[in-house]
């Protein structure tokens, strides 16, 4: 009774936009979900980090974002970008967050700002400037100077915070939701596991200069060590598909395999970031009140994985669909992706480098690549389209369509919630329903571990019992039941537009439609968007259904063949170290001497770089690989199986001629490398196009 009172409570006293002469709508939330303009939401929120990728390119990258069925865009604010050197703040050309943030309302997109001032995001020192870390002060009672507490309520720390948060206030201003604008909420800090009164002072410093959002974030893991109050921050979860940091080279390490389970809403099912197995076993976040109290949301779903130079996944579409799909079943009412848009380091003001390595502060556990950040995302570095941006963009649409009757669905399970790593005796379904009405979602994939066909399986929701079916190896689908005079289907909703209803034939699956009139269509075939199946309702191919409703979709162009030359074969292997952290450390700028080394000459004919947005492909074999243009690093890759991709576009205007370094792979490297990548010692160059 008590947990009752609690909630009707804060159902009463939700944090609501109070507004004048606002064009946006009013923001709450309660225990389900977000609530915009009086209706019920299913928002998707993509990370793209506004500072890796120039500005020029921001219109048509949040544009393409937007096609993708992302309707919020999430974003960090690197300290470190803006206040190299302290009390000089540089929001100049891709660190301009005012532009940034105006592109975003253009595109009317919702904005969560991520404020910090730690954000990791595998950026040096976690954002956080390296003056922070040398600044001192004597202790009121004299003595001898200590070091400022950083990410703590040490005033002096606190002090360097406020300045910094007044600097992205006044870049903000006038474009907060309450003003019209697009920001619409902020997060303090990130993975934080500190008392809670940290993060209140963080948002009390932030509401004192003048933000005033619909409401507020942090990331519900790790544990804090003392709770924050009720309302104050919703805690946001995620999961990956794998992790880069771990400090096993074996394939499937960790407790990845978790996040393919349908599961009750707790703490995220993997290691969220964990360098070692301590951290993923905290207990559950601690809170005023339980999790439950609070709507199911998550801010880190991987979009993919970036590579460590000791570990580098392999990251596959179906990884972050089914992913998607689990979470959604398991009564996620905000998927947030991380990252659904890759991105390159910015060039630093200070001579010195702005990626995580094992030797910066305060994140100092991974070496990353210098200046790649491309994350195998949905949009990759330089927003190539890659295969789940079409297979995420179907499950978008329908989230959008029927966000309003999935968000007070309650989800039930009955599939065991904690299947074994690679057990295959279980079909992994659940169900959401008002009791009524539901969809069924299934998962049959589990990344790395083949899961065989399930046969005859008869599924059953909200009285209604669909035929005999086979779920075919590696299929995530979900079927409704009782939605919009569809009885059941064993297709997909996909989309309800225009007065019709838009299902995918789900791969190997028959479709039957069974409507509420009594008509059952049987063993249905896709007709496209030209021609119904029945009334108002469109069947469509996997194919298409990704790709409905695009306004703009790409020109595949024949390849561009670059001729190259090998100008230096590499020297003596360098000494791989396996350092304080554990892990092999990466090379140095001093072992890229030893390199071998390659010119690639580009077309003198200007055809290729009018193309649209495109990429110069090396396909190669190696350790890492550099690319220089004028003697100048541009991009770096560890080598994982996969091409290393540059847009032409951002060359120096008349570069026609590139320097790309290798270094070889070595014989036993403590590194993992997946399945795909070649791991023959040495190095070569496969081939160099232009696509």
Not at 380 to 388: I, M, S, T
Not at 589 to 608: C, H, I, K, M, S
């Amino acid at each position: 009774m008590k947990q009752l009172l609690l909630l009707a409570f804060a159902a009463i006293c939700l944090p609501t936009l109070s507004r004048a002469q606002n064009m946006n709508p009013e923001v709450r939330w309660d225990r389900q979900s977000l609530i915009i303009g009086g209706k019920r939401v299913v928002p998707v929120m993509g990370e793209v980090h506004y500072s890796r990728i120039p500005a020029e390119e921001w219109q048509a990258e949040v544009h393409k974002i937007k096609e993708g069925g992302v309707t919020m865009i999430a974003t960090y604010v690197f300290w470190n970008h803006i206040e190299e050197q302290q009390g000089v703040f540089n929001w100049s050309g891709q660190r301009d967050l005012r532009r940034f943030i105006e592109v975003c309302k253009a595109e009317e997109m919702p904005v969560v700002l991520r404020i910090g001032p730690f954000c990791h995001g595998e950026v040096r020192c976690g954002g956080i400037p390296d003056w922070v870390f040398s600044l001192r002060q004597v202790p009121s009672g004299g003595g001898e100077a200590r070091p400022v507490r950083s990410r703590s309520t040490d005033p002096q720390f606190l002090v360097c915070v406020e300045r910094f948060y007044r600097q992205i206030f006044a870049q903000v201003q006038g474009l907060q939701w309450k003003d019209g604008g697009p920001i619409i909420a902020c997060q303090f800090d990130n993975e934080y596991r500190g008392p809670g009164e940290y993060l209140m002072a963080l948002k009390h410093l932030a509401l004192g200069i003048g933000f005033d959002l619909p409401f507020y974030t942090r990331t519900g893991w790790p544990a804090l060590s003392t709770p924050v109050p009720y309302g104050e921050l919703l805690p946001l979860y995620g999961d990956y598909a794998d992790g880069f940091w771990e400090r096993s080279l074996r394939e499937g390490a960790g407790s990845y395999y978790k996040a393919f389970n349908f599961k009750a809403q707790e703490k995220p099912a993997t290691d969220m970031g964990a360098a070692d197995a301590a951290n993923a076993l905290a207990p559950a976040q601690a809170d005023a009140l339980p999790a439950e109290s609070y709507p199911y949301f998550t801010c880190e779903l991987g979009g993919g994985m970036t590579t460590a130079y000791h570990r580098r996944p392999y990251i596959y579409p179906e990884d972050a669909y089914a992913m998607a799909v689990v979470k959604l079943g398991s009564g996620s009412n905000l998927l947030g992706y991380y990252m659904y848009h890759g991105g390159t380091n910015p060039e630093s003001t200070t001579g010195i480098t702005l990626h995580e390595s094992v030797h910066t502060l305060a994140t100092a556990n991974n070496d990353m690549n210098v200046k790649s950040y491309d994350f195998q995302a949905p949009l990759g570095e330089f927003g190539q389209r890659n295969p789940h941006y079409y297979l995420l963009r179907k499950l978008h649409l329908f989230m959008h369509d029927w966000g309003e009757q999935l968000a007070p669905m309650e989800p039930s399970f009955p599939a065991p919630q904690d299947i074994p790593q690679g057990d295959d005796t279980h079909l992994r379904w659940a169900i959401r329903s008002n009791g009524t009405s539901g969809f069924i979602f299934i998962n049959n994939y589990e990344r790395l571990r083949p899961l065989s066909a399930k046969r005859d399986v008869q599924l059953s929701a909200c009285g209604v019992t669909l035929p005999k079916v086979t779920i075919p190896a590696a299929t995530t689908c979900i079927f409704p039941v009782g939605i919009d005079g569809i009885r059941y289907a064993t297709g997909q909703l996909i989309a309800k537009r225009h007065g019709n209803i838009y299902l995918e034939q789900v791969k190997g699956i028959p479709t039957t439609i069974a409507l509420e009139n009594g008509k059952t269509l049987k063993n249905v075939k896709p007709r496209g968007t030209s021609k119904p199946v029945y009334g108002n309702i469109y069947l469509l191919t996997p194919e298409d259904a990704g790709r409905l409703f695009l306004s703009e979709l790409p020109v595949d162009f024949p390849p561009i063949d670059v001729q190259w030359t090998k100008t230096q074969s590499a020297g003596a292997p360098r000494k791989i170290v396996v350092g304080k952290q554990k892990v092999a450390e990466a090379p140095t700028d001093d072992d890229f001497r030893q390199a071998a080394v390659y010119t690639l000459q580009l077309p003198a004919d200007p055809t290729p770089f009018t193309l649209h947005s495109p990429l110069l492909t090396i396909r190669y074999r190696g350790d890492v690989a550099r690319l220089y243009a004028d003697g100048h690093l541009i991009d770096d890759n560890f080598y994982n199986g996969r091409p290393f991709c540059y847009a032409l576009s951002r060359l120096p205007k008349g570069c026609q001629q590139l320097e790309l370094r290798i270094l070889p792979l070595q014989p036993d490297m403590p590194v993992y490398l997946p399945r795909e990548a070649d791991k023959t010692p040495g190095e070569e160059i496969i081939s160099v196009t232009i696509e």
